[in-house]
């Protein structure tokens, strides 16, 4: 089956971990572990406040997103799961969600968009259907378009 998969995962883009308030996540994350605070990330819609943190650099820097929620009785509840997501850099995103579709995995709504940090992404579900019976079992998972720098990073590893 990988042979016809029209797409890679290159490697962690992010991982997001969500609380009721991040000045708790900011204290483990920033203070103690020395994470550096990239940017910050505020949509109603998503109903999210996150700061955008990294460990490691250039093509393979990973996102630590601490999370929480504007509105803790709105959805999504990006506190209720602490491990909130994890993201996948892939080479080449729409590619993946067409042939990912056809093959029964289930996304969350929403579609391929501008993410926080500016990257095309879009989110598998994490709960199968009768429709899609492949899902991420609890888990919800962020496929993330690669950059050239970050694909060919990837590629030079072999």
Same mark, same amino acid.
């Given at each position: 089956? *990988?042979?016809?998969?029209?797409?890679?995962?290159? %490697?962690?883009?992010? =991982?997001?971990?969500?609380?009721? *308030?991040?000045? @708790?996540?900011?204290? &483990?994350?920033?203070?103690? &572990?020395?994470? !550096?605070?990239?940017?910050?990330?505020?949509?109603?819609?998503?109903?999210? !406040?996150?700061? #955008?943190?990294? =460990?490691? *650099?250039?093509?393979?820097?990973?996102?630590? !997103?601490?999370?929480?929620?504007? +509105?803790? +009785?709105?959805?999504?509840?990006?506190?209720?799961?602490?491990?909130?997501?994890?993201? &996948?850099?892939? !080479? +080449?995103?729409?590619?993946?969600?067409?042939?990912?579709?056809?093959?029964?995995? @289930?996304?969350?709504?929403?579609? =391929? @968009?501008?993410?926080?940090?500016?990257?095309? =992404?879009?989110?598998?579900?994490?709960?199968? *259907?009768?429709?899609?019976?492949?899902? %991420?079992?609890?888990? &919800? #998972?962020?496929?993330?378009?690669?950059?050239?720098?970050? #694909?060919?990073?990837?590629?030079?590893?072999?």
């Amino acid at each position: 089956m *990988s042979a016809a998969r029209p797409f890679k995962v290159l %490697g962690i883009q992010q =991982i997001a971990i969500g609380a009721t *308030s991040k000045d @708790r996540l900011r204290t &483990l994350w920033v203070d103690m &572990l020395g994470l !550096d605070v990239t940017g910050n990330f505020v949509s109603e819609r998503e109903n999210v !406040d996150e700061d #955008i943190c990294a =460990i490691g *650099s250039g093509p393979f820097k990973v996102e630590v !997103d601490l999370m929480q929620p504007l +509105d803790v +009785d709105k959805k999504p509840a990006v506190h209720t799961t602490p491990l909130n997501h994890v993201g &996948l850099w892939i !080479d +080449d995103l729409p590619k993946a969600v067409e042939w990912l579709t056809a093959k029964g995995v @289930r996304f969350a709504p929403g579609g =391929i @968009r501008k993410g926080a940090a500016g990257f095309d =992404i879009c989110f598998l579900h994490p709960k199968a *259907s009768e429709e899609f019976p492949i899902a %991420g079992e609890g888990v &919800l #998972i962020e496929l993330v378009q690669a950059p050239p720098e970050v #694909i060919q990073a990837f590629s030079a590893l072999g």
